[in-house]
């Protein structure tokens, strides 16, 4: 969805929005393509439903994680960034 209509459907101003998109994107919940349409630009936002389900669960994972060999090696796996939702 481009930025435009997604300024009519959350009804937020349009800086509020881009910043909003920025974040959302660098956490990779939203995806994001660029569309090259008769000499301008046009960017299409997507939500990255899977990347936002695995975060829910990052917590439950950790405390399994946690459970299962201890808090030890959950901070060495979370040090070396064994997994990205830690």
């Known amino acids: ?4 209509h ?3 459907k959350v009804k937020l101003p349009e800086k ?3 910043q909003t998109l920025v974040v959302l994107i660098q956490q990779h919940l ?5 569309h090259f349409d008769g000499g301008s630009d046009m960017v ?3 939500c990255d439903w899977m990347q936002i389900y695995e975060l ?3 917590g439950k ?3 399994v994680v946690e459970d ?3 808090a030890d090696v959950c901070g060495t796996v979370k040090t070396f960034g064994m997994c990205y939702w830690c």
């Open 61 to 63: 994972i950790i405390r």
């Open 56 to 58: 829910l669960h990052a």
């Open 16 to 18: 509020i929005l881009r």
């Open 6 to 8: 997604l300024v009519r």
């Open 68 to 70: 299962r060999f201890g």
């Open 1 to 4: 969805m481009p930025i435009p």
């Open 44 to 46: 299409y936002y997507e």
């Open 30 to 34: 939203v995806r994001f393509y660029t």
